[in-house]
DNA sequence: TTGAAAGCGTTACCAG
DNA sequence: CTGGTAACGCTTTCAA
């Protein structure tokens, strides 16, 4: 392997273009309106021929701007939320900001990689979370050192924060809203990880939607739907809808690998979706676009590219007031919910 | 939002402290075996109490030690290279470094993010990418500036870099082996994208193995199964090879997700999988468990993992001699495959 | 055991 | 229009 040898420096092309070494500065910033032709044309010549590139390190001992931008994906296992890094990063660069990417398992990963960031002089911070309760004190941290934060799908308490969430609420409602205009009375839900904020808004909103609609509520309907466990308890909680004395003509999952299962069971029973029985899930995850599965879609990646959006915006103008943005998660019909087979001809 | 105060700096704790800026230094670094007890526990007092952080853009200048590596993704979308992410992650942090990320959508992409690592003087870069070819020059450019570099599934020509890849070929040389071990004579394989390299090693693979066993090659096994398309074309893919005066009894898809399709498609002309036909994916993909697949697994998140550690190593010693590792593709045998209709009782 | 001073590579600010 | 020169915050000799 090549040896370091001495890297080339301003000072290099100033003394070989013999100009000052503000003259190659001004040329390197575009600062160039005011200059002479020849000048210009000359260090831009020494600047091409070594291939020479600025020591952003040392720029941004002055400028204190260092262009960059920390991830933190708190918790996060799941593609969808991964394909949100794909944007997010293509917006950063569009800015001119590179990603600073850290993975945090658990709160005291979240913390060292506040600080890494923060010793690393990042401009601003986006948190891509799960919906699970957090300690947020490091998150003062960033505050005191002012620098920008955006938390996504993280429902944080304080105010005093950007926000981008979508509504876990009020997409099952609409779900629950939906499946009822098509006749179905009996609809199920499989509830997932209890510990996150996003498993009980979904199961307000379905209580919601069943009172909004007459609909009476019942417990048996609810069932395990654990997205982080095993897919054998979605299936046992599958069966054992099916194997109720009513049994639900409809079943929202938890997320849509768990309508996967769900359907794989509901067929392994002899019965079809969606003529028998209607299947919707939660996520929208491209990758098993082959089911066309119904599904309430979780507007990561919008989130993303909003987050983006809204942490340049602060770092340019950092006293604008925070805001809170929610966004919608739309209902998407494709081909695992229909009528339910008692309105069928 | 909080205006940028004055950050509060090494100077700062010194002056408070009563001692030089090389004391505060000194306690930082750890190089505090020789000092007074009573200085060094009053300075991390000081230091704990501001929590001063100390900026390392300004130690970079001096160490030229930037503590980061920069990941190129090329061209990559699956879930299972965003995985590997993680892992990398995970490991650079271990050892204390720091990712910075790029994807890169295309060469001019590629080319932007070396520059802009090289400005930010990572110590190191990788990159994963899909096995299309691509254009190597500006990884000269890495070279010239002593920037090690590891390359991933990029079967780069030159003996110039570290690589990993992993060995597609035998992959699926011994999944036709496997299945002709269980009794099949008619195998199918759904061919990937014909630009990748992968494609071809598959394919390569499959001839070598029919021919080891003496098996004929029929041209009419072989159909479409390029997965960054249309699922319609692997369902039709799958038809074809169903109608066939004589179909095949195991099929070896292109991915995992196509071999979900395969599945899907053969039960809908009302055959059974495993029963009446096996069906063997490659990848692996965890979100896909609950298929239960038989498939050939791509290490990449080890590859990931090793990519780190080669990538460690070689900032460490940068004149160890270049490696080119080949990982395995294990065949993971699970629930889709099984022994041919006529071998049965 | 501690401190003073010389950089690291760049930008910013004035003078000329 | 161009060139000196003082920072930026830290590490690293080397001297005391």
Redesign the pocket.
Known sequence: MKRPG??I???D??QEA?????????V??GN?A???E???VRVQQIIAKHQ????????S????RTATIGLVLAEIETPLFLQSLNVIERSARLAGFNLLVSHARDAKDEVQSVDLFLEKQVEGVIFLSTSERKDDSHLERLREACVPTILVNRFGRSAHHDQVNWDNRSGVYNAVEYLRSLGHQEIALLTGPKKRLSTQQRLEGYKQALTAHNLPFRKEYLQNGDYTEDPDNWRTSTRILLSLPRPPTAIIASDDIVAAVVIETVRETGRYVPRDISVIGIDDQAFLSFLSLSTIQLPIVEAGRIAVDMLLRRIAEPDIPYRQITLDCPLIKRRTSGPPPETQP
């Open positions: 001495k890297a420096t301003i000072k092309i100033a013999g100009v000052s070494i503000s003259t190659v500065s001004n390197l910033n160039s005011e200059m002479r020849d000048t210009l020479y590139r600025p020591n952003r390190i040392a720029r001992m002055i400028t204190r």
